[in-house]
């Protein structure tokens, strides 16, 4: 089965993925701006009717600002845990909130489908009112999408090792986030257990519990201020190397951009 894998935004300005068969269309988050959208499908000859689902990490405003607006002009179902669709309702950057008949119900660790879909949210650490990564397979291919998250649970762990193509965080490098310009209560947050993961935590996991099968890793949710994708990389890179895992020869890695969208990957 053909799967078609896009980022159309990957970092605190917003967040969102799309994921297809040749009959099934999703996206994972909605934080890019609707207008941004559209753009980026109709340069890439993607219906936007064919998206048949939205499905939601966290209430984060860079994951679901636009969320409201696609569902309501495209009536598109949006997935998420009541915590998460509550949180939602609360949050100030949906100006357009979700009407009853988008809102779909899911729980963490009870598989769901969806055409080509089979899908599975599980707990991420994060402070969110809610937050969940995403396993969804299809065909023979398993994706995993960790992002957002402060630490690599036992949970998280057992869905990253199931994964084909894996899509994980690295959202900054300890001696930028250290010697930067944030307050000290944001750069505790961030470095927190509930905040987010460095390049050095992604790469130490990864390359000490490299995934049997892992044919991708990209690299997501990239701070602004306190990360670049080349550095993302290389931290990546290296601790790879150092298990003899080569980039590009036993894996293709790439780190995300933060505002642009990535390549459309098709994996036959």
């Known amino acids: 089965m053909k799967v078609q894998f896009m980022s159309l935004g990957s970092g605190s300005s917003g967040n969102c993925y799309y994921l297809a068969t040749e009959t099934c269309s999703i996206l994972i988050d909605a934080g890019v701006g609707i207008r941004t959208v559209k753009k980026i499908f109709k340069d890439y000859n993607i219906d936007m009717q064919c998206i048949h689902a939205i499905f939601i990490t966290h209430d984060h405003a860079d994951h679901i600002k636009a969320v409201g607006n696609l569902a309501k002009r495209y009536n598109i179902p949006v997935y998420a845990t009541q915590a998460i669709h509550k949180g939602?309702?609360?949050?100030?950057?949906?100006?357009?909130?979700?009407?009853?008949?988008?809102?779909?119900?899911?729980?963490?660790?009870?598989?769901?489908?969806?055409?080509?879909?089979?899908?599975?949210?599980?707990?991420?650490?994060?402070?969110?009112?809610?937050?969940?990564?995403?396993?969804?397979?299809?065909?023979?291919?398993?994706?995993?999408?960790?992002?957002?998250?402060?630490?690599?649970?036992?949970?998280?762990?057992?869905?990253?090792?199931?994964?084909?193509?894996?899509?994980?965080?690295?959202?900054?490098?300890?001696?930028?986030?250290?010697?930067?310009?944030?307050?000290?209560?944001?750069?505790?947050?961030?470095?927190?257990?509930?905040?987010?993961?460095?390049?050095?935590?992604?790469?130490?996991?990864?390359?000490?519990?490299?995934?049997?099968?892992?044919?991708?890793?990209?690299?997501?949710?990239?701070?602004?201020?306190?990360?670049h994708p080349e550095l993302a990389y290389k931290t990546v890179e290296l601790a790879l190397r150092e298990q003899g895992i080569v980039a590009g020869r036993d894996i293709q890695l790439c780190a995300l951009k933060r505002t642009l969208p990535s390549e459309l990957y098709t994996f036959e």
């Open 88 to 227: 939602m309702e609360r949050s100030y950057c949906m100006t357009e909130k979700l009407s009853a008949d988008c809102i779909r119900l899911i729980e963490k660790e009870k598989t769901i489908s969806l055409d080509d879909f089979t899908i599975t949210c599980f707990e991420v650490p994060h402070d969110g009112t809610d937050n969940v990564g995403y396993c969804i397979e299809t065909g023979d291919k398993t994706f995993a999408f960790l992002t957002d998250m402060g630490h690599i649970t036992p949970t998280a762990a057992s869905y990253i090792e199931r994964a084909d193509y894996l899509i994980l965080e690295a959202n900054y490098d300890d001696a930028m986030l250290q010697m930067g310009p944030y307050p000290p209560y944001l750069k505790a947050r961030i470095a927190g257990p509930n905040g987010h993961m460095s390049n050095r935590e992604a790469a130490q996991f990864i390359a000490e519990h490299f995934p049997p099968h892992l044919k991708v890793l990209w690299l997501c949710h990239l701070s602004k201020d306190n990360n």
